[in-house]
């Protein structure tokens, strides 16, 4: 860009002392620059400024800290240099101090390079005389004669919208300076107001959905947005809201506006936080499990909801905006990543795709944890997939005080002095119990003598520390380890809670022994496992080993790579045609593994249950 100029950063790594020097453009976050100098910085949340889990020491010329870095760093830590690498940029020479203690989780192998942009999306400047007319069958073929000579592409036709767009401004007799926005071969826009041409890759999970807000022209994110999916009251799973929609036409009917709803309003609030106006979107990129693919397209899960469990169509037309009544430009291009099979769709169809481009041949095991839980096996060339339905637990759905992983989710925790300590995201009070948060509390219970391995919380009596026996309430299955207080209310984590997390714990444990076995390896040919999603990229691998949810031998190889479904998604949105291809050959080399009536899954299952392996 113009006007940029080269700034000197300066890192220190300890504990060694060493000293590398990057030259960066002016305006780079320290989180890319260290990446670009080939240092490895935990981000869990993809650089969004939403974990604080990116410090880092730093002095010079630097940008301000913003509200988000003085709520998560509070003022004391900034009054001692700390700063969140996402949020801070170099204004000027900057030395950073690199602790290889700030990159003590393991790190996936991955190509940090650019991101390929290669959208076949495109604008282009046109400037056009009456008179050019003259020669041309219409005024149709006139416009993409233009277009072809301002861009270098060969549109063949020019749709009604656009035609009407120019005709109602081109005055009889002048030249029209306007622009086209091109779509493969077809003018689907003509604008005259100067402005950008953006994208939005959509993950609808089962729990979330999270939009991305894309520059076409550049690659560059510019917006985020997230929030509940509002099909929740029709279930918490997808077994539950394929029962209500194949049964009941109004719920169906009722789910698909919800959710078109939802994404609409997500993609209005990521517009406007950067103050883009929505019309300029012309791109849509969705995934999501196979459930979530048909009822935002309002197609009846029937073929799902019994034997042999396929989806209605694997592969979906590209619709127009205005059709599913999404506040984007009219003509807009909106599709669905094709599904992979059964109850395995797009999402992780999407991080395959992510995984694929940007990691080496490594044996890998890759868990999108959420309430589909979807799991891959990238191994020798071969990948298998399955999924299993989890539950909501993971997602903090179905647990007394569950909330998501946003601020004043209790995400973490530990037995410290005899007693649990508690982490909040964002350092506020606490307001309810996370996925991560969770899996902590209970591992930690479990490692207190305060939870047997039946997943019974014990009598006070029981209980060797007198700290946590003093938080054990009620009796039986009303039994409960109160946590905190929090906006007027008693955090606690019940009985019920943990049988849930066993659910949950259980269903992955045995899908994953089972694509293992059916690659003819075992846990310890794992080289990494890699764990996608909100859940996955907070999760203390220690705390799944203690649950029993991952075996000991992936110590030291579990690995979060936050939410992978919706990073795949964006590349495959910029990466235009080359990358849609890449992702239908992937799709043809995939293997799936059923497990729905599979008795060797349903004896696993059952095995891990329990705490303690039987």
Same mark, same amino acid.
């Given at each position: 860009?113009?006007?940029?100029?080269?700034?000197?950063?300066?890192?220190?790594?300890?504990? #060694?002392?060493?000293?590398?020097?990057?030259?960066?453009?002016?305006?780079?976050?320290?989180?890319?620059?260290?990446?670009?100098? &080939?240092?490895?910085?935990?981000?869990?949340?993809?650089?969004?400024?939403?974990?604080?889990?990116?410090?880092?020491?730093?002095?010079?010329?630097?940008?301000?800290?913003?509200?988000?870095?003085?709520?998560?760093?509070?003022?004391?830590?900034?009054?001692?240099?700390?700063?969140?690498?996402?949020?801070?940029?170099?204004?000027?020479?900057?030395?950073?101090?690199?602790?290889?203690?700030?990159?003590?989780?393991?790190?996936?192998?991955?190509?940090?390079?650019?991101?390929?942009?290669?959208?076949?999306?495109?604008?282009?400047? /046109?400037?056009?005389?009456?008179?050019?007319?003259?020669?041309?069958?219409?005024?149709?073929?006139?416009?993409?004669?233009?277009?072809?000579?301002?861009?270098?592409?060969?549109?063949?036709?020019?749709?009604?919208?656009?035609?009407? %767009?120019?005709?109602?401004?081109?005055?009889?007799?002048?030249?029209?300076?306007?622009?086209?926005?091109?779509?493969?071969?077809?003018?689907?826009?003509?604008? !005259?107001?100067?402005?950008?041409?953006?994208?939005?890759?959509?993950?609808?999970?089962?729990?979330?959905?999270?939009?991305?807000?894309?520059?076409?022209?550049?690659?560059?994110?510019?917006?985020?947005?997230?929030?509940?999916?509002? !099909?929740?009251?029709?279930?918490?799973?997808?077994?539950?809201?394929?029962?209500?929609?194949?049964?009941?036409?109004?719920?169906?009917?009722?789910?698909?506006?919800?959710?078109?709803? #939802?994404?609409?309003?997500?993609?209005?609030?990521?517009?406007?936080?950067?103050?883009?106006?929505?019309?300029?979107?012309?791109?849509? /990129?969705?995934?999501?499990?196979?459930?979530?693919?048909? /009822?935002?397209?309002?197609?009846?899960?029937?073929?799902?909801?019994?034997?042999?469990?396929?989806?209605?169509?694997?592969?979906?037309?590209?619709?127009?905006?205005?059709?599913?009544?999404?506040?984007?430009?009219?003509?807009?291009?909106?599709?669905?990543?094709?599904?992979?099979?059964?109850?395995?769709?797009?999402?992780?169809?999407?991080?395959?795709?992510?995984?694929?481009?940007?990691?080496?041949?490594?044996?890998?095991?890759?868990?999108?944890?959420?309430?589909?839980?979807?799991?891959?096996?990238?191994?020798?060339?071969? *990948?298998?997939?399955?999924?299993?339905?989890?539950?909501?637990?993971?997602?903090?759905?179905?647990?007394?005080?569950?909330?998501?992983?946003?601020?004043?989710?209790?995400?973490?925790?530990?037995?410290?002095?005899?007693?649990?300590?508690?982490?909040?995201?964002?350092?506020?009070?606490?307001?309810?119990?996370?996925?991560? &948060? /969770?899996?902590?509390?209970?591992? $930690?219970?479990?490692?207190?003598?305060?939870?047997?391995?039946?997943?019974?919380?014990?009598?006070?009596?029981?209980?060797?520390?007198?700290?946590?026996?003093?938080?054990?309430?009620?009796?039986?299955?009303?039994?409960?380890?109160?946590?905190?207080?929090?906006?007027?209310?008693?955090?606690?984590?019940?009985?019920?809670?943990?049988?849930?997390?066993?659910?949950?714990? $259980?269903?992955?444990?045995?899908?994953?022994?089972?694509?293992?076995?059916?690659?003819?390896?075992?846990?310890?040919?794992?080289?990494?496992?890699?764990?996608?999603?909100?859940?996955?990229?907070?999760?203390?691998?220690?705390?799944? *080993?203690?649950?029993?949810?991952?075996? $000991?031998?992936?110590?030291?190889?579990?690995?979060?790579?936050?939410?992978?479904?919706?990073?795949?998604?964006?590349?495959?949105?910029?990466?235009?045609?080359?990358?849609?291809? %890449?992702?239908?050959?992937?799709?043809?080399?995939?293997?799936?593994?059923?497990?729905?009536?599979?008795?060797?899954?349903?004896?696993?299952?059952? !095995?891990?249950?329990?705490?303690?392996?039987?």
């Amino acid at each position: 860009m113009d006007g940029e100029r080269d700034v000197l950063i300066r890192i220190i790594s300890a504990p #060694k002392g060493d000293n590398s020097e990057i030259s960066v453009k002016e305006g780079m976050s320290l989180l890319e620059a260290l990446r670009e100098a &080939g240092f490895s910085l935990y981000a869990p949340c993809g650089g969004n400024g939403s974990c604080g889990k990116c410090q880092i020491r730093a002095e010079g010329k630097l940008s301000p800290p913003d509200e988000v870095e003085t709520k998560l760093i509070g003022q004391k830590g900034l009054d001692l240099g700390r700063r969140l690498a996402c949020r801070a940029k170099a204004l000027g020479d900057v030395t950073v101090y690199f602790s290889f203690e700030d990159t003590s989780k393991p790190k996936a192998q991955v190509d940090i390079s650019r991101v390929e942009v290669n959208s076949d999306i495109w604008k282009t400047k /046109l400037l056009i005389d009456w008179k050019d007319l003259g020669g041309a069958a219409d005024a149709a073929e006139s416009l993409c004669r233009a277009a072809t000579s301002a861009s270098g592409k060969a549109p063949t036709a020019i749709n009604e919208e656009a035609l009407k %767009a120019v005709s109602s401004a081109w005055e009889p007799g002048k030249s029209i300076a306007c622009a086209a926005i091109l779509c493969d071969e077809e003018i689907i826009a003509i604008e !005259q107001k100067e402005s950008g041409i953006y994208g939005v890759a959509c993950d609808i999970g089962t729990t979330t959905i999270a939009c991305y807000l894309l520059d076409l022209a550049t690659g560059d994110e510019l917006g985020t947005s997230s929030g509940m999916n509002p !099909q929740a009251p029709f279930g918490s799973d997808v077994i539950s809201r394929i029962s209500r929609a194949a049964d009941d036409p109004k719920a169906l009917e009722a789910m698909t506006a919800a959710v078109r709803l #939802k994404v609409s309003t997500l993609i209005e609030e990521a517009a406007r936080s950067v103050d883009i106006p929505p019309e300029s979107i012309y791109d849509l /990129l969705l995934v999501g499990n196979s459930c979530m693919h048909h /009822l935002f397209f309002g197609l009846r899960p029937i073929y799902l909801s019994r034997k042999p469990f396929i989806p209605a169509v694997r592969d979906s037309k590209a619709h127009r905006a205005k059709d599913l009544g999404i506040p984007v430009a009219p003509d807009a291009r909106v599709r669905f990543l094709p599904l992979i099979a059964s109850f395995v769709g797009s999402d992780m169809l999407a991080l395959l795709y992510l995984i694929e481009s940007s990691f080496d041949g490594k044996s890998r095991l890759v868990m999108d944890l959420g309430t589909n839980g979807e799991i891959g096996l990238m191994h020798d060339g071969k *990948i298998f997939v399955t999924s299993t339905a989890a539950g909501p637990a993971f997602e903090g759905g179905r647990i007394s005080c569950g909330m998501r992983a946003t601020d004043g989710a209790i995400g973490g925790a530990r037995l410290a002095g005899g007693d649990i300590e508690l982490d909040v995201i964002g350092g506020s009070a606490p307001k309810g119990l996370c996925g991560s &948060g /969770l899996l902590d509390v209970v591992a $930690a219970l479990l490692r207190a003598g305060a939870i047997d391995s039946t997943g019974r919380i014990l009598p006070r009596e029981s209980v060797p520390y007198r700290a946590i026996a003093s938080r054990i309430e009620g009796d039986g299955r009303e039994r409960r380890v109160f946590l905190a207080s929090g906006e007027g209310k008693r955090l606690c984590l019940t009985q019920n809670d943990v049988r849930e997390l066993q659910l949950a714990k $259980a269903a992955i444990r045995a899908a994953s022994e089972i694509l293992l076995e059916r690659a003819g390896l075992k846990w310890q040919d794992v080289e990494e496992c890699l764990l996608s999603g909100a859940f996955g990229s907070f999760l203390s691998p220690q705390s799944a *080993i203690a649950v029993g949810m991952m075996p $000991a031998e992936l110590e030291g190889h579990a690995i979060p790579i936050g939410n992978g479904a919706g990073e795949g998604c964006k590349r495959i949105l910029l990466g235009g045609k080359k990358a849609w291809d %890449a992702v239908r050959i992937l799709r043809e080399k995939i293997r799936h593994i059923p497990l729905e009536g599979y008795p060797e899954f349903e004896k696993r299952f059952f !095995q891990y249950m329990p705490f303690k392996e039987k």
